[in-house]
């Protein structure tokens, strides 16, 4: 599809269980975004890149999260030994280059139990 | 770092009537972008309207508008002719140029049939 692709859309981890979320942006975007929706409030930034350089990931809330996207295109969103605070929406985003708008996917939606 | 606030976080229109939902933001700089984001329950985030700080004329997008006062750091959205499909989320963001996008805690709107 043209648009930003997450998988899985669902996933449900038991606590202390590693997980990985993919990215798949839009083709030719430049940005990736990463962020966190819990339940009932808005989006908290989590991590930015540009291309394959990670410029920003003050919003990653402990050591057990990572973010890559190696060759610049896919990204992929670690969490290590999931706690049930974890359970959100992580939704991606990308942008082109030239644009301002960020484009969203569908997010995955992680529940740890 | 840039906030954004949403003051109210509930919000109800007959249908057929006006709705203006508020938007503040706190920045030190001078050229950022300004959005309005919807989301329904399915947490797709889809772009309702945009707004560059240089200009200063107000974007409008059919029956949605905003009232941008950078000099106060208000950018208020009005719904016009409020529909039921337009009962969702909807968040305000803040971008700067290049960098990442940050989301107020959101304003839940109902519309009344």
């Known amino acids: 599809g043209a648009g930003v692709s997450q998988s899985p859309r669902y996933k449900v981890a038991k606590r202390g269980q590693d997980v990985a979320l993919r990215c798949d942006p839009i083709?030719?975007?430049?940005?990736l975004f990463w962020y966190q929706q819990a339940l009932g409030q808005g989006p908290e930034f989590l991590t930015y890149?540009?291309?394959?350089?990670?410029?920003?990931k003050s919003g990653l809330p402990s050591d057990r999260f990572f973010a890559e996207r190696p060759e610049g295109s896919v990204s992929t969103l670690k969490i290590q030994r999931t706690q049930q605070e974890d359970s959100a929406v992580y939704l991606c985003a990308s942008s082109p280059p030239t644009g301002n708008t960020i484009y969203f996917g569908e997010g995955s939606w992680l529940t740890v139990v | 770092a840039q906030t954004v606030t949403q003051s109210q976080p509930e919000m109800s229109v007959q249908e057929a009537e006006t709705v203006t939902l508020s938007c503040t933001y706190d920045?030190?700089?001078?050229?950022?972008?300004l959005f309005w984001y919807k989301q329904p329950p399915s947490r797709q985030m889809i772009l309702v309207i945009r707004?560059?700080?240089?200009?200063?004329q107000n974007a409008t997008e059919n029956r949605f508008s905003v009232n941008f006062q950078k000099a106060a750091k208000s950018f208020s959205l009005k719904i016009s002719d409020s529909q039921l499909g337009d009962a969702a989320m909807y968040f305000c963001?803040?971008?700067?140029?290049?960098?990442?996008?940050?989301f107020g805690a959101g304003t839940r709107l109902t519309v009344k049939p």
């Open positions: 890149f540009q291309n394959e350089a990670q410029l920003d």
């Open positions: 707004q560059e700080a240089y200009k200063q």
């Open positions: 083709s030719g975007h430049v940005s």
């Open positions: 963001a803040y971008r700067s140029r290049n960098n990442d996008m940050r």
């Open positions: 920045t030190s700089e001078s050229d950022y972008y």
